[in-house]
């Protein structure tokens, strides 16, 4: 595989499925997706972490963000921002 822009200043992005069972939703990343459970695939969970494409003079972004099953902290001058959604898919 080979990295390729998508999307100029999404810096990071996490996936999580949504498998449906008779005790409700929960959310696994695709490597912790049995086979047999793809088919009970309810739901698609993503995260989205933009950048900002310039550092901003006199800022200082220690921040710590939470994505998925992901922690990324950051210490530049870049801004950011977290987007967070839910996606219901028909079987």
């Given at each position: 595989?080979?990295?390729?822009?998508?999307?100029?200043?999404?810096?990071?992005?996490?996936?999580?499925?949504g498998v449906?069972?008779?005790?409700?939703?929960?959310?696994?990343?695709?490597?912790?997706?049995?086979?047999?459970?793809?088919?009970?695939?309810?739901?698609?969970?993503?995260w989205l972490?933009?950048?900002?494409?310039?550092?901003e003079p006199?800022?200082?972004?220690?921040?710590?963000?939470?994505?998925?099953?992901?922690?990324?902290?950051?210490?530049?001058?870049?801004?950011?921002?977290?987007?967070?959604?839910?996606?219901?898919?028909?079987?």
């Amino acid at each position: 595989m080979t990295a390729q822009l998508i999307a100029s200043g999404i810096e990071n992005m996490q996936i999580q499925y949504g498998v449906t069972t008779t005790g409700g939703t929960r959310f696994y990343n695709a490597s912790d997706v049995a086979a047999a459970d793809w088919a009970s695939v309810s739901a698609v969970r993503i995260w989205l972490l933009s950048r900002s494409t310039t550092a901003e003079p006199g800022l200082t972004n220690t921040s710590t963000y939470t994505i998925g099953d992901q922690t990324v902290t950051v210490n530049d001058a870049f801004q950011r921002q977290v987007f967070p959604l839910v996606v219901q898919l028909r079987n």
